[in-house]
């Protein structure tokens, strides 16, 4: 297996799992900010922005993608564009739409969560709901959908001290780290309803997607203590520094565990290749192990944003399986909390150098 290349210096983009600030609170008491999931840009170019839902439906054995989002807004650039990508999986599917629309058809509220792209496509809500319809058509295929999310579990935002860098590549939130979703999907005519799904929201944006990264998320354990899961590393410049940074978030009876640098000063250890992810991290009275697997052949190449338009550079599961160890130190001994597996699980990586390991889509954007 290979690591990722280079040590972690400065967290660029650590899980947002500490405090807030605070605008509302959700049903469940949580600080809610709400402009965090609304829109974010200034008026510079390059930018992009993306909403990222993902719903897995056991009972139907399939997950879905949902992206909306827009890049270099001011349409001076010949790779400014509204865009939705779609995607369907589970073992032995793996499906993907991906449709761009002109930038001024991209509308977004910059106070709270209300986006469309196109006049089909549209995602809106707020700490406790999220709505999401659309419907999309492209390489041969074509989706449409309609789902509403009510949210159990969220996630908050503090990018710490980088906050104060104003070069930085890119910014990452989650709003809900765990939902049930209800509606269903059209794909290419087969119709699926969804009924107490799994749900989960985040969003990116910024001038371009990390240099390299990784992503793990999951929400269906078997041990009903444990909630969710989500893990994020990569590489990204921050100036002339090529920095890496990581983090952690696993909730699990209703205390959330989080390992993250600089905040917290946690130590992390990763191996990472196509169909394998190996993660452990470790801080004062706590340690976890996480490990992910799928089939490759079974992994989405979806596009993302480049400072350089959309390229076909990640490469996803959202039917993957992760499991989870917890411990945590007591009288200088490693006492296992929790040994806990999911499935219907996101697993990522992206970036140029997983080129060689995995078949890219070369097409135009």
């Given at each position: 297996m290979k690591p990722l290349p280079?040590?972690?210096?400065?967290?660029?983009?650590?899980?947002?799992?500490?405090?807030?600030?605070?605008?509302?609170?959700?049903?469940?008491?949580?600080?809610?900010?709400?402009?965090l999931n609304a829109?974010?840009?200034?008026?510079?170019e390059p930018f992009y922005e993306g909403w990222y839902f993902k719903v897995s439906a056991p009972d139907i054995e399939r997950s879905f993608v949902f992206i909306y989002g827009v890049l270099n807004p001011g349409g001076t650039s010949p790779h400014s564009q509204g865009f939705v990508v779609v995607a369907m999986n589970g073992e032995d599917v793996a499906g993907s739409i991906y449709e761009r629309f002109d930038a001024d058809a991209f509308r977004?509220?910059?106070?709270?969560?209300?986006?469309?792209?196109?006049p089909r496509n549209r995602a809106r809500g707020d700490g406790d709901m999220l709505h999401l319809e659309g419907s999309v058509s492209g390489g041969g295929g074509s989706a449409s959908w309609e789902i509403d999310l009510s949210i159990e579990a969220r996630g908050t935002h503090e990018l710490g001290i980088l906050k104060l860098v104003p070069s930085l590549q890119t910014d990452?939130?989650?709003h809900a780290m765990d939902a049930r979703a209800t509606g269903w999907v059209r794909w290419d005519g087969q119709d699926f309803e969804l009924d107490d799904a799994l749900g989960y929201q985040e969003k990116n944006w910024g001038r371009a997607f990390p240099t390299r990264w990784y992503w793990m998320q999951a929400n269906h354990f078997d041990d009903p203590g444990a909630c969710c899961l989500s893990v994020a590393g990569g590489a990204l410049p921050v100036g002339p520094i090529l920095a890496e940074g990581w983090g952690i978030g696993f909730r699990y009876r209703g205390e959330l565990y989080t390992f993250n640098k600089p905040m917290e000063f946690a130590s992390v250890a990763h191996r990472i290749e196509p169909g394998s992810w190996?993660?452990?991290?470790?801080k004062s009275r706590h340690r976890i192990v996480i490990s992910g697997s799928c089939d490759p052949e079974d992994?989405?190449?979806?596009?993302?944003?480049?400072?350089?338009?959309m390229k076909y550079l990640t490469w996803e599961t959202v039917a993957g399986r992760i499991r989870v160890r917890l411990f945590e130190k007591v009288k200088r001994q490693w006492?296992?909390?929790v040994d806990t597996e999911s499935d219907y699980a996101g697993l990522e990586v992206g970036g140029e150098e997983w080129r060689s390991g995995l078949s890219a889509d070369e097409r135009p954007k």
């Open positions: 280079g040590e972690f210096g400065i967290l660029i983009a650590t899980l947002p799992f500490l405090l807030a600030s605070a605008h509302c609170r959700s049903r469940d008491g949580q600080v809610v900010d709400e402009s829109y974010h840009w200034e008026g510079g977004s509220s910059r106070e709270t969560f209300d986006v469309s792209v196109g990452w939130f989650v190996e993660v452990s991290a470790r992994m989405l190449n979806l596009p993302n944003p480049t400072e350089d338009g006492v296992l909390m």
